[in-house]
């Protein structure tokens, strides 16, 4: 019978030398063999899908390429929603500085309110009515537009919605659903009276909040092509024209600018948030 001579060796100490006899080797136990399994990536966190709209919008540029931006206050998925602009002819400065009393205010629970200080920045910086085209953008918009004079004052631009400015707010517009619009003009010290129906009690709201009189404002030439007149021919919600005195102060500027807070919460829903 053969021996092996073999070294034992219990506990990491060596014992010492004997004869042992050939046994089976030991079997394996599954876990020995067993492969040891490859490491598994953690599954990624899926990151949210962001809902409304950022604070800050472009809604295009001017003529001469200034972007025309609106800036969002509240919350990004409120139930009632007021777009305010401050201005559209660009010697009518006042409006601008209503919303920047604006945007110094917090809008009430489920609203907000998106203010573009001016939609006509080339204008303002030229102190004109018009746009660096000479086209003024009240005349502009499609709906009723009407073919103008070249050179005019109110020159209403070779085709409807011709101005960069015009198409960039028309697509802000679409993109911001507002369920109303309150925009500012110069000088008439009234609120427009409009022909829609469905202005008509908002009219005498504004009127009253921001201590206007109601008047049938004059276009000089016919009120065609006009923004409210668009908004209010396309949209469910209501536009309305609200004309400045000539100089206005510091502390009714901050009246009207919690006018327009104070308004938003009586706003009907018009239509689902994008």
Known sequence: MRQAIVSVCVTGVLCGSGTAAWADEPVPTPSE???????????????PTPTGLPKRLVFGESRKGTPIVATRQGEPDAKRVLLVLGQMHGDEPYGRYVVDALRTLTPRKDTAIWTVRTMNPDGAALRTRRNANRVDLNRNFPE?????????????????????????????????????????HQRANLIDRGTAKKTRKWVRRLSRDLNL????????????????GWFNGNYKGWAVTVELPPRISKARQRSMARAMVNLVPDLKPTRERP
């Open 33 to 47: 063999t067993a492969p040891t399994p490859a490491p598994t990536e953690p599954t990624p966190t899926p990151t």
């Open 144 to 184: 009723g537009w009407l073919p103008g004079t070249p050179g005019s004052l109110y020159y209403s631009g070779p085709r409807a919605a011709s101005e960069p400015e015009t198409k960039a707010f028309m697509t802000g517009v679409e993109q911001i659903r507002p369920d109303a619009i309150v925009s500012y």
């Open 213 to 228: 009189p109601v008047r049938r404002i004059s276009c000089v030439t016919k009120c065609a092509g006009t923004m409210t």
